[in-house]
C-alpha cells in the first residue's frame, strides 16, 4: 500500500512562495502518475497539477498555470510543488495523489498540508 506524506504548507503572505513535498513509501513512486489536488472550505476538491511518470510531461490548472510548478525526484520517491506568486484563493488544504485517474481523482492519497495565503 502505497502512503504519502506531504510537508511544507504553511501562512504566506500574498504573492510569496511555498514549496510543498510529497514523500512516497511503500512503493517506487516512478510507476504512477502524481499529482496535486487542493480543496477549499466550501469548494470541491480540484486537480491542481499533474505529472507523468517520467515527468516528462505535466499539466496545470488554469488558475495557477505559469504561478505553480510541479516536479518529481523518482531516485527520492519525491515529488514537489513549487508555488509562486501566492493569491488568497490558493488557499486551501493540498494533497498530494498518486496514481491519477481521469485527470479527476486517485488511488492514493496523502493526509493534506494546509496552505493559507494572506492578503
Known amino acids: 500500500q502505497v502512503q504519502l506524506v506531504e510537508s511544507g504548507g504553511g501562512l504566506v503572505q500574498a504573492g510569496g512562495s511555498l514549496r510543498l513535498s510529497c514523500v512516497g513509501s511503500?512503493?517506487?513512486?516512478?510507476?504512477?502518475?502524481m499529482g496535486w489536488f487542493r480543496q477549499a472550505p466550501g469548494k470541491e476538491r480540484e486537480l491542481v497539477a499533474a505529472?507523468?511518470?517520467?515527468?516528462?510531461?505535466?499539466n496545470y490548472a488554469d488558475p495557477v498555470k505559469g504561478r505553480f510548478t510541479i516536479a518529481r525526484d523518482n531516485a527520492k520517491n519525491t515529488v514537489y510543488l513549487q508555488m509562486n506568486s501566492l493569491k488568497p484563493e490558493d488557499t486551501a488544504v493540498y494533497y498530494c495523489?498518486?496514481?491519477?485517474?481521469?485527470?479527476?481523482?486517485?488511488?492514493?492519497w496523502g493526509q493534506g498540508t494546509q496552505v493559507t495565503v494572506s492578503s
Open positions: 511503500g512503493g517506487t513512486l516512478s510507476r504512477d502518475t
Open positions: 505529472i507523468s511518470r517520467s515527468g516528462g510531461a505535466t
Open positions: 495523489a498518486a496514481d491519477l485517474t481521469g485527470g479527476r481523482s486517485a488511488n492514493y
